[in-house]
């Protein structure tokens, strides 16, 4: 019965509408929203902020739940010759995953038709790493597992972009208790600079740098 009450209560609308300013991609600025696992009646909270980086953080709750993100929306989409994200972010050791997707609001349930597009973020607690994303080496995903699709990720289409800390990786396997958590435990990502990757550009997919 609780976890129906807490489904009920959950709302994201006031969540979009609460979202905070912080960072900017393609000169557009960028504002974040909280989607946790309260959507689905889970118990785990997400808490972010800015000052001069974006800082996402909270308590995950394994009762009934294992998932908080943010995401914000990316208004227009990206110029057709993107082909990828450079983020430069300080974690705690866990690993996050890195979302994109058209926008479409039906995240969870039987009328979403369109993926959320994945990969994993690895950190190193405490240390300041920049890691590449090509659009290329991303995982399309429903419903919080991988799928088979033959779309292709077009860089205008991208209407949102998110960040998440979840009990599976984007290849659908568990995220290991050493990079996740168990139980009830906080996480801290900090996100300095999220800037676009275009076509020529001396980049590899999924390559970190420490610095």
């Known amino acids: 019965m609780g976890?129906?009450?807490?489904?009920?209560?959950y709302d994201r609308a006031a969540n979009e509408r609460n979202a905070i300013q912080g960072l900017k991609l393609v000169d557009k600025p960028l504002h974040w929203y909280r989607l946790d696992d309260g959507v689905m009646g889970g118990q785990s909270e997400t808490l972010h902020s800015y000052d001069s980086v974006l800082n996402f953080s909270g308590q995950i709750n394994c009762n009934?739940?294992?998932f908080t993100s943010i995401r914000s929306a990316i208004p227009g989409g990206l110029p057709s010759d993107t082909t990828g994200v450079r983020v430069t972010y300080v974690g705690d050791g866990k690993t996050y995953k890195v979302l994109f997707s058209d926008g479409n609001k039906s995240a969870f349930g039987p009328s979403r038709r369109s993926p959320s597009w994945q990969t994993d973020l690895p950190t190193k607690?405490?240390?300041?790493?920049?890691?590449?994303?090509?659009?290329e080496s991303l995982i399309p995903s429903l419903q919080g597992g991988p799928i088979n699709s033959d779309t292709k990720l077009d860089p205008p289409q991208i209407q949102e972009m998110g960040f998440m800390l979840?009990?599976?990786?984007?290849?659908?396997?568990?995220?290991?208790?050493e990079t996740y958590g168990s139980g009830i435990f906080p996480f801290s990502l900090k996100i300095k600079h999220i800037e676009p990757v275009s076509a020529g550009s001396d980049c590899n997919a999924q390559s970190s740098t420490t610095s």
């Open 64 to 66: 009934g739940g294992g």
């Open 3 to 9: 976890q129906i009450l807490r489904i009920m209560a």
């Open 125 to 135: 607690e405490g240390i300041e790493e920049t890691a590449t994303i090509l659009f």
């Open 166 to 177: 979840s009990l599976k990786l984007s290849s659908g396997k568990p995220n290991p208790v």
